[in-house]
């Protein structure tokens, strides 16, 4: 064989060396395991970390919220404050969904107006009046009155195809109808702007994704392919997934494990801090007593919330006397977590209730890091001022069901604010539920003091930042000194993956990982 044919050979090898090599990077599958999969499709039908999390995959936000809580640009290029009440956002050109239509303002529009009318989204866009395409690619979203979190607002704008969602399915029923808990043409058919399309759902079983062939943002450094993810609910049965190259990527991971995954060579533990707040409410349509501050009060006093943080999280949450964390403007630096055995059985007695009472409580047993450990630790604890806690724990998408229907007499929740703010938890959490405006939409304790509804809706047009924070602490007091519900830790968010999978640029604080920026080597 001569010297040509051996050089060229020797190219050949090289260059299939080199395509083999840039397939394999360009072409990457990410298979994952969360403690559950979303419960629907529709991205407006629920108010949660699971739902945006899909957002984020299948569609796109008009912006989006960096590492550092700046906003990055996504279908809005850029924005521009027009007046005291209107903020204008420029749209890109070229963006389609997955049907192959175009992006225009009209559909912003139209998803706008479709969250409104959200039971789970309505509170979060009450400030805001309109909002109104001035051409294909410019939309004006108008408050009521001067607001200062509109563009917080912004990244939970996910615009949808509003022809696909529009006219109705097989069974003549609109397909844009906003169905919690039930079957709806949104509940499982989808389509957006986002990086990924489902191509394949078994609920509780399995979710696929494969990455759109035109994605818009062609910049994106992410390199997967295709998502599969698989719901292991037992957290030591997702980390030895992980451990053993079953799968690439878990969430949560649980305090416990975080030295087993440490000590692994082949996975990387990736933690921090976090501002969702882990909270009982006290439902009082259906407990007498809890009608009564004292008896509520005796509750908060009765929970040892250095024990559980201790205890159950291993130190990986932060023990909470109220709803804001540290760093919000509501924060309260003298407001700490409460624990005082003695003082809660005085507090019995004097409200008359000194030989205790039966409630029952339910909480997930998949939603929360330690959730059902946490309420078992929590029906121990009332015990001890002789309340008789019936625990039903059970999975997240059982949970909201029964969490919606109030069917409880104590309920766990979590939240994360989201608008990064405190007003957001009193807005859901503490005011008086209103199912027109859609605050206290998740105030299951039906507590109700006008004056909290007063200073939250003040809150919100207040442009003086020390007068707001006032404000904002006010509520934060009026919630404690009555209880209003029982805040028991801020909980810290892990995620674990093989070393080749780099997620530590894509994680972040409010939990949603960005993974078509995922590369995996």
Known sequence: MNRSVLIFIAALLVCASVAASVAASEGKTLRMAYDADPTSLDPHE???????????????????????????????????????????????????????????????????????????????????????????????IVTKAPYPLT????????????????????????????????????SSNISGTGPF??????????????RVADYWDIKSPGNVQKIVLT??????????????????????????DFKRVQAASCCTLITTPSTRVLTFELNQDRVEAFKDPRVRKALSYAI?????????MRGFATPAGQLSPDGY?????????????????????????????SVTMIAPNNRYVGDARIAEA????????????????????????????????????????????????????????????????????????PEVDRLTMQAQTMTDENARAEVLKKIERILSDEAALLPIQWQHLAW??????????????????????????
């Open 329 to 357: 403007a509501g924060h309260d630096p003298d407001l700490a977590p409460p624990y005082d055995l003695e003082k809660a059985k005085d507090l019995m007695k004097e409200a008359g209730y000194e030989d205790g009472f």
């Open 304 to 312: 040892n919330r250095e024990g559980i943080a201790k205890k159950i």
């Open 46 to 140: 629920q108010l949660a970390s699971a739902t945006l999390q899909l957002s984020h995959l299948v569609f796109d936000p008009l912006v989006r919220r960096r590492k550092d809580n700046s906003f990055e640009p996504r279908l809005a290029e850029s924005w521009e404050q027009i007046d005291d009440v209107t903020l204008r956002f420029h749209l890109r050109d070229g963006v389609t969904f997955h049907s192959g239509r175009k992006l225009t303002a009209d559909d912003v529009v139209w998803t706008f107006e479709r969250l409104k009318k959200s039971a789970d989204f309505k509170a979060l866009f009450e400030p805001f009046d309109s909002a109104t395409a001035v051409d294909d690619h410019t939309v004006d």
């Open 496 to 521: 674990a993956a093989r070393k080749n999978v780099n997620i530590e640029p894509v994680v972040n604080a409010i939990d949603m990982p960005y993974l078509a920026d995922l590369v995996i080597d």
């Open 231 to 256: 719901p292991i609910k037992e957290p030591a049965t997702r980390v030895a997934a992980l451990l053993a190259g079953d799968v690439d990527f878990i969430a949560p991971v649980p305090p416990t």
């Open 197 to 210: 399309r489902v191509t394949k759902r078994e609920q509780g079983i399995r979710l696929e994704l494969e």
């Open 151 to 186: 563009l917080h607002l912004a990244t939970y704008i996910f615009p949808l195809d509003r022809a696909f969602y529009s006219g109705t399915d097989g069974k003549g029923r609109p397909k844009d109808a906003v169905v919690k808990h039930g079957a709806s043409f949104a």
């Open 378 to 449: 929590m029906a121990s604890m009332l015990a001890k001022i002789k309340i008789k806690v019936d625990l039903q724990t059970m999975p997240k998408a059982q949970y909201w069901q029964r969490f919606d229907a109030r069917d409880g007499d104590i309920l766990m929740i979590g939240w994360q604010s989201d608008t990064q703010d405190s007003a957001n938890f009193y807005e859901f959490l503490a005011m008086t539920p209103d199912s027109a405006t859609g605050y206290g939409h998740y105030n299951a304790g039906h507590y109700s003091n």
